[in-house]
Antibody, heavy 117, light 106 residues
Framework: EVQLVESGGGLVQPGGSLRLSCAAS????????VSWVRQAPGKGPEWVAN????????YYVDSVRGRFTISRDNAKNSLYLQMNSLRVEDTAVYYC??????????WGHGTLVTVSS | DIQMTQYPSSLSASVGGRIILTCRAS??????LNWYQQKPGKAPKLLIH???SLESGVPSRFSGSGSGTDFTLTISSLQPEDIATYYC?????????FGPGTKVDI
């Protein structure tokens, strides 16, 4: 069974940092592009970033470029999102999702990040 | 960036009824268009990819069509378990933008 399990969310002050993790199992993680997608309360999903199978290509939405860094460790079947200089508007549930073949087919349950003073 | 719009923003229909949801892209996305269903407190679930390809395990009452800038998701016979918000997403080029959603109830 395919599983993606996010962790690392929590409450952080504006300007702070947080590192999210996503543990993958039940499939060959190293064969997939993977993405982070976030969803602010009451809003639609927003794609944040993705990373190629070998980590050689990464793409970001403009609003996080330079503040967030996506990375992966295929040996540990894990995806990460380092979030720096956090803003109130980064408050959201953050999901990891497989995103190969131009479709986001497997999703985790999400982890909540709240940026507030 | 490619902007996605959806309409209506919400709709109410009867069990067994047929509904059509519409999604429009600000520029051509060819067939790089996905549809997701999301229920409260859950992650989005992929229903259709490449505009018209039904995901494995998704009931056949769901169907998608369109290409370029205009797309539709049709539910041929609405069921109580279809109450959800539906989002379209383009994967033609990053950022892979989602539409604002259509909320469906009965």
């Amino acid at each position: 069974e395919v599983q993606l399990v996010e962790s690392g969310g929590g409450l952080v002050q504006p300007g702070g940092s947080l590192r999210l993790s996503c543990a993958a199992s039940g499939f060959t993680f190293s064969n997939y592009w993977v993405s982070w997608v976030r969803q602010a309360p009451g809003k639609g999903p927003e794609w944040v970033a993705n990373i190629k199978q070998d980590g050689s290509e990464k793409y970001y939405v403009d609003s996080v470029r330079g503040r967030f860094t996506i990375s992966r460790d295929n040996a540990k079947n894990s995806l990460y999102l380092q979030m720096n200089s956090l803003r109130v508007e980064d408050t959201a549930v953050y999901y990891c999702a497989t995103s190969s073949n131009w479709k986001f087919d497997y999703w985790g349950h999400g982890t909540l990040v709240t940026v507030s003073s | 960036d490619i902007q996605m719009t959806q309409y209506p923003s919400s709709l109410s229909a009867s069990v067994g009824g047929r509904i059509i949801l519409t999604c429009r892209a600000s520029q051509s996305v060819s067939s790089y268009l996905n549809w997701y269903q999301q229920k409260p407190g859950k992650a989005p679930k992929l229903l259709i990819h490449a505009a018209s390809s039904l995901e494995s395990g998704v009931p056949s009452r769901f169907s998608g069509s369109g290409s370029g800038t205009d797309f539709t998701l049709t539910i041929s016979s609405l069921q109580p378990e279809d109450i959800a918000t539906y989002y379209c997403q383009q994967t033609r080029s990053p950022p892979f933008t989602f539409g604002p959603g259509t909320k469906v109830d009965i």
